[in-house]
């Protein structure tokens, strides 16, 4: 297969390609909200650019969401969306003109159904004048299936501190879709290049979005709804990120980044103090963008991004929010031991999505339960009885032993978490007893896949605890092994660990087993696709097994 990504064909092909057929359904919601229907058309728009690229999202065994956004135009228009099962158009399955306006920044978006099981397509956006880039998708296998599923997953891409290297390997891949675990977007600017006024010259690009402030370490940041949108558009400005996008269909989830580092969904002052500038009105702006920009709906039930995905009955993706209705972490998220109020209840799927996801998982048909994690979900400490801050699932520890428990007590098998957040490759074993010093309390296993770009432990001086910091290097970490095995001492459920790289996860799944190879990229600071080794970072799981600890690392 060609590139997705390479020049589009022309407007002449386009307009001469076959007659739409009449298997495929496309709806477009967007085009009611704006009240632009039959007995209120708008014409298609002639010019505009279609910058961003195209994304496919949430595919299914029948469906998929569709994406671009147009910029250079004004007002209300349309832009036609084509659907083919070759990428030369010839045998086009759908047709059709999807409207927007400056209300949503001229996004466009549509959910298209009545498409076939496990079979690819391709698709592309146009005006009268314009054409976007060619992308494709893959369905996803029917219920039924034994059809082995691969997939990447990534998060933490933050523009300005390194290169999107490990997008232009992903692009090269052949996966069934991508997984966005979230900090998409940054709405800090934490680097800068050159001889920023700021002083932090650890950047190698600009990210001139957003406003400068009074909190230390920040550039500027986002605090505007077309801030927001801004830091979309620039991040798509990526070629290597862009490519990504065209190729495989995206699931994608927010965490912290996409609004504010480390805000709490349900607080009105989103558990940050006053100097942070949080606000409703910010977070309004920020969900907006996100949805705005993103293969996913909002409005009505459409914007609850907790939800399940299943690949024939070898996978099922269980997706879950853990920002959105959490409540303040405990202990002022401080690097430190657990604070007189660490073990109360707390909220952080909240008891909505906490039924849900243990219902999915105890009615799951699949071999593989893939819980999609935002924030760790096995316990990080450092020295000192300290904990490493309170805003993953150790900041919780009711809901936590809630799930697993719930895991255990109903005998549920082939569970494995794939995380993001915290910008360092661990790999390990999630026991239900957050403190257990044994692999015989494991329920299952979790992958944290580092970070696209943003700074990992060992290119920043790390909080060891008890007063202890461990300097870094961020034009050259080389976290000695020794500390690493000092902290895998005080986290014994941790089999490896990688805290200067930078990468993604792949996972093939099927019925006889699960492999996940963590890619490490040699650097982030040149453009740059070598590679680590992958041996001792590659996993290969048995049905039934729940730990991977002594795989590469010390024995349990």
């Not at 659907?83 to 409207?99: C, H, L, S, Y």
């Not at 006024?197 to 950047?203: D, E, I, Q």
Request: with cysteine.
């Amino acid at each position: 297969m060609s590139d997705p990504h390479a020049q589009p064909l022309t407007r002449r092909r386009f307009l001469t390609g076959a007659a739409a057929g009449a298997g495929a359904i496309i709806l477009a919601p967007q085009t009611a909200a704006l009240g632009l229907t039959r007995s209120r058309p708008a014409g298609l728009y002639r010019g505009g650019r279609f910058a961003e690229g195209v994304i496919a999202g949430d595919p299914s065994a029948s469906g998929v969401t569709l994406w671009t956004r147009l910029d250079g135009v004004e007002g209300a228009g349309r832009v036609e969306l084509e659907i083919a099962t070759d990428e030369g158009f010839r045998k086009v399955v759908q047709r059709t003109a999807i409207a927007t306006s400056a209300k949503i920044d001229h996004a466009v978006k549509a959910r298209v159904g009545r498409l076939k099981p496990y079979e690819e397509y391709y698709y592309r956006f146009a005006t009268r004048t314009a054409e976007s880039h060619v992308g494709r998708f893959r369905t996803a296998p029917p219920a039924g299936s034994k059809q082995p599923v691969s997939f990447a997953f990534f998060s933490c891409q933050d523009y300005s501190h390194g290169y999107y290297n490990a997008h232009e390997v992903l692009a090269k891949g052949d996966y069934d879709f991508v997984v966005c675990l979230g900090d998409y977007i940054y709405a800090e600017t934490y680097h800068a290049v050159g001889h920023d006024k700021s002083g932090l010259k650890t950047g190698v690009r600009n990210d001139p979005i957003g406003r400068p402030g009074p909190n230390k370490g920040i550039v500027r940041e986002a605090l505007t709804l077309q801030d927001y949108r801004d830091k979309y558009k620039l991040y798509r400005s990526d070629t290597s990120l862009q490519k990504v996008h065209a190729k495989f269909p995206m699931v994608m989830l927010w965490d912290d980044h996409e609004v504010q580092d480390n805000y709490a969904g349900k607080p009105a002052d989103g558990g940050l103090p006053p100097v942070k500038r949080f606000s409703a009105k910010r977070k309004k702006a920020a969900y907006q963008a996100f949805f705005e920009s993103m293969p996913a709906f909002a409005g009505a039930k459409g914007d609850r991004l907790y939800r399940s995905l299943t690949f024939g009955d070898t996978v099922e993706l269980i997706v879950m929010d853990q920002r959105r209705y959490r409540a303040d972490q405990p202990c002022g998220d401080a690097v430190a031991p657990a604070c007189a109020d660490y073990n109360q209840p707390r909220d952080f799927l909240g008891r909505t999505q906490m039924d849900w996801v243990k219902q999915r998982l105890a009615a799951s048909k699949a071999t593989w339960k893939i819980l999609a994690n935002e924030v760790t979900i096995m316990p990080t400490k450092v020295l000192g009885d300290s904990f490493y801050g309170f805003d993953s699932w150790q900041g919780y520890p009711q809901e936590r032993t809630e799930l697993l428990t719930h895991i255990q007590s109903k005998a549920i098998k082939d569970v494995v978490f794939v995380t993001g957040d915290i910008h360092t490759f661990i790999t390990g074993d999630v026991r239900v007893a957050e403190d257990s010093k044994t692999a015989a309390d494991s329920v299952a296993v979790e992958f944290v896949a580092g970070s696209i770009t943003s700074q990992g432990l060992g290119e920043t001086d790390l909080d060891a605890g008890g007063g202890v910091k461990i300097p870094g290097n961020d034009a050259n970490p080389a976290t000695p092994s020794a500390i690493i095995d000092a902290l895998r001492a005080v986290n014994p459920w941790v089999d490896q660990a990688d805290f200067d790289h930078h990468g993604f996860g792949a996972m093939k799944a099927s019925g006889s087993g699960l492999r996940c190879e963590l890619v490490r990229l040699q650097t982030i600071k040149r453009k740059s696709t070598a590679l680590l080794p992958s041996a001792t970072f590659t996993y290969d799981l048995k049905p039934g097994q729940t730990s991977v600890k002594g795989v590469h690392g010390p024995a349990a």
